[in-house]
């Protein structure tokens, strides 16, 4: 070989080994500014907190909802309601607050956003929802969205929700008829012993495919349609990912594409088939709007017609594309569905361990006129008659009581995490002592830098003694009958007093579609069934993405599951 190459080879060689020295240094730079450095600068080291070695995290602490509840009532009375614990170790200073003052800044203040881990993770699965979006986005999409979530709106949807509770009723009405009579009840009357989390799931599930996209999923008669169960399927891969796999898919997205596993290859699949079935019902139901000209007169009140009308309305220039209204719907059907209906489930198992309660319930149920007819929404008369059915559910105390403390007892989320974008000055109503024995005074403020954590504990709040007495982890729906009127009240925080739905420009935008669904399920099943505990199973949650239900011992080999004990109501 000449001369020429050896020298361009020792020049390339040299080269190379300058910028991996120089890639070097910078890992090294960065690792130390890490470690070291940051944690010296940042302010929220001077705030009280648990303490630990270098690498140790509070994770568990502050995700395991076995513990939290007994970590947070221990940690208010040691550090306060404002303090610090630590993420991915000593280095990682997070802020978490039971504080309201500090809470509403942080979810009212533009500063704090969603990690772009947190949307990165919801939008992989969910596309670019209003859940995941920030600043003037998510300003614009709620404005779009707001006409298909009005109470007006949620009414016109009620005969759906009748249809689909009144199908499972009678799905489980027939399964009984089939059950062989059991010793257990004095009655000797038939018993089935059901998985309601699975059922109420294939519920919601139909309900939000007619009130949201005008389709028949039918996946409580079929469970194989190919759109639930993909979406099952994701899901599932979903909450029993690792978190090694959680981290490969933030940093090293590229791995999926280039080496997929079987879960990869099944989530893409199930992904795919989601987003062919919705850019159809997009597409086909835009003709159908076009074709009513630009009155836009059309009476069907499906969210997906709603949304296109009102995309339509707007500017060209601010119209949503076929792609952007799937990602909205998508993330509709997740919230709307799965948070739904792990709240009905939730509260069948409340029920079931506190008989006295569902009695009371149930006779307050009872004492509602029944609807004539299997309503149907191209039914005017049928409508009519849900509607008047569903106000009368509506302004039942106790159903209400039930299902806000249901709400505020096992909220669907855990908690969830904001970042300060900028560094920040939040305001405090309770005094922070800070390490330096300085106190931080009510109407002072502490600080916060840019890049900082702050973790807003959901059902901390809700189950915090400070706001709702000694017996705040007790489910006692008539500790509503005594509170002050709902919005008058800044002790009793979030949509519907509970922080459940979060509040101010990031609370849920569907929880009046959820409060009406939920009840009106309740109404349809607990006057024809009796729920009670399966002797030898205790019922575990699991925190993933969503709280949800488990059978102790059996989260492997059963997964996600409530089985509960069902019998025909006799007066």
């Known amino acids: 070989m000449s001369t020429a190459f050896w020298q361009l080879f020792s020049l390339s060689a040299k080269a190379v080994g300058v910028l991996s020295a120089f890639v ?5 730079l960065w690792l130390v500014n890490l470690l070291v450095i ?8 001077f705030l009280p907190g648990p303490d630990g070695s270098a690498f140790q995290s509070h994770f568990n602490e502050v995700n395991d909802p076995d513990i939290t509840p007994t970590v947070y009532r221990d940690w208010r009375k040691l550090f306060g309601k404002t303090f610090r614990y630590h993420g991915y170790g000593k280095h990682d200073y997070r802020l978490m607050s039971f504080d309201m003052r500090v809470l509403s800044h942080v979810l009212s203040s533009p500063v704090y956003e969603k990690p772009w881990q947190t949307r990165h993770y919801l939008g992989r699965l969910l596309g670019r929802g209003v859940f995941n979006m920030e600043g003037a986005e998510h300003k614009a999409i709620r ?39 059991t010793a257990s009840h004095t009655e000797g009357l038939p018993a089935a012993t059901l998985d309601v989390a699975h059922w109420i799931s294939r519920t919601t599930f139909d309900i939000f495919g007619l009130a949201g996209f005008d ?71 835009r003709e159908i709007i076009m074709a009513e000209k630009v009155d836009f007169r059309l009476e069907e009140k499906d969210i997906l017609s709603l949304l296109i009308k009102s995309n339509l309305s707007n500017e060209p220039s601010n119209r949503l594309s076929d792609a952007e ?5 998508s993330s509709f059907l997740f919230a709307g569905s799965d948070s739904t209906a792990l709240t009905i489930t939730w509260c069948l198992y409340l029920l079931s361990k506190y008989p006295d309660v569902q009695t009371r319930l149930r006779a307050e149920i009872l004492t509602t006129p029944a609807p004539d007819a299997v309503p149907s929404k191209r039914n005017s008369t049928s409508s009519t008659s849900s509607s008047l059915q569903a106000d009368a559910i509506e ?23 904001r970042v300060a974008t900028t560094d920040d000055l939040i305001p405090v109503s309770y005094p922070v002592v800070l390490r330096t024995g300085e106190i931080v005074h009510e109407n002072e403020h502490i600080h916060i830098r840019k890049g900082s954590f702050v973790h807003i504990p959901l059902e901390g709040v809700n189950l915090s003694e400070d706001i709702w007495g000694s017996d705040a982890r007790e489910f006692n729906p008539d500790r509503w009958a005594s509170l002050p009127t709902p919005a008058k009240s800044p002790a009793f925080p979030g949509v519907a007093n509970v922080m459940s ?54 989260l492997q080999s059963g997964g996600i599951q409530l089985p509960l004990k069902i019998t025909r109501y006799v007066e």
């Not at 990912?241 to 997929?260: C, D, G, N, T």
């Open 24 to 28: 070097l240094a910078k890992g090294v």
């Open 38 to 45: 940051a944690p010296r600068r940042d302010p929220l080291r």
């Open 143 to 181: 404005k779009l969205i707001g006409p298909a979530f009005t109470a007006q709106a949620v009414k016109g949807m009620t005969p759906i929700f009748f249809q689909k509770a009144e199908e499972l009723r009678d799905r489980w009405d027939a399964l009984l008829s089939t059950a062989t009579l």
């Open 215 to 285: 389709y028949h999923f039918n996946a409580m008669h079929n469970e194989t349609e190919q759109v639930y169960s993909a979406y099952r399927r994701m899901f599932a891969i979903s909450d029993k990912a690792s978190q090694l796999r959680v981290l490969k898919q933030l940093y090293l997205p590229i791995l999926e594409k280039i080496w997929p596993n079987e879960d990869d290859k099944t989530t893409q699949q199930c992904l795919k088939i989601i987003r062919e079935c919705g850019m159809g019902l997009i597409q086909s139901k």
């Open 325 to 329: 209204l799937l990602d909205q719907l």
């Open 395 to 417: 302004a039942l105390p106790f159903l209400d009581a039930v299902v806000r403390e249901t709400l505020r007892v096992i909220p669907s989320v855990h908690g969830t995490v």
């Open 501 to 554: 739905f979060s509040f101010s420009g990031h609370s849920c935008p569907g929880y009046r579609f959820s409060l009406s669904e939920i009840k009106i399920v309740i109404a349809t099943l607990l006057p024809q069934f009796v729920f009670s505990p399966v002797d030898g199973l205790e019922i575990g949650k699991y925190n993933s993405v969503l709280t949800r239900p488990f059978v102790r011992d059996q």
